[in-house]
């Protein structure tokens, strides 16, 4: 549960110096994710919902951490920051509350204040309200809150839709790469979705491509 102490020091960081990304208004994406996104990049101020994959998440942020953005997640007991450094995600700019209790409204508020992304997990039975709250604090902070779920309002949606293992053979092998598809839906420029493959830390394989009617068709993968 967060203590009193520890939204203080929340409150804190939030007071604190701006966000040590500078005043972009677009934050960087590894290539892959940015040919599928409308602005190939995350927009300040935009709420992302993902789902379908945790490395898919920590691909999400690697980009902008490695270009200096401050990242929190919240409420991701099973985060593996072993996985994170290994995806790219900086540590030195990772902050974590694993477990925030009940008010973690509070806790992601108070991050949205300070960070350049705060990603939160909800817990199962949270109120919309709650949602609405951060999503519009998120706006008006210039953050971007990033959702692992379903999330009303979301902006942008970006789902693992099917994975892939390389090296498997029947009965025989060891994994060597998993292969995500991925596809972005939302609002605006992003009602069209749009799919491309990743693998490993982030690097685009085959794109995947529209059919005549507009839904996405998977190309086999290639692997170098």
């Not at 401050?70 to 099973?78: E, L, R």
């Not at 709250?133 to 970006?158: C, F, K, S």
């Amino acid at each position: 549960m967060a203590s009193a102490a520890a939204l203080g020091a929340l409150q804190e960081v939030a007071r604190g110096p701006a966000r040590r990304a500078g005043d972009i208004r677009l934050l960087p994406v590894v290539s892959a994710l940015a040919a599928i996104l409308p602005e190939a990049g995350l927009r300040r101020g935009t709420t992302i919902g993902v789902s379908g994959s945790a490395s898919l998440l920590l691909t999400l942020l690697s980009g902008p951490s490695q270009a200096g953005a401050w990242c929190a997640v919240v409420g991701f007991a099973h985060l593996g920051l072993l996985a994170a450094a290994e995806t790219g995600v900086a540590l030195e700019r990772l902050a974590l509350v694993p477990v925030p209790g009940p008010r973690w409204p509070v806790v992601v508020a108070a991050l949205l204040d300070a960070m350049d992304i705060v990603v939160v997990c909800p817990p199962a039975r949270s109120r919309p309200a709650d949602g609405r709250r951060l999503t519009a604090r998120a706006r008006e902070r210039g953050a971007v809150l990033i959702t692992v779920g379903d999330w009303e309002g979301a902006d942008l949606r970006v789902v693992a839709v099917e994975r892939r293992w390389e090296g498997l053979g029947l009965g025989h092998g060891q994994v060597r790469a998993a292969n995500l598809l991925v596809e972005v839906s939302g609002r605006g420029a992003a009602r069209r979705p749009r799919r491309a493959w990743l693998s490993g830390p982030g690097e685009a394989l085959a794109p995947a491509a529209p059919d005549a009617a507009g839904t996405a068709r998977t190309r086999p993968v290639e692997v170098a």
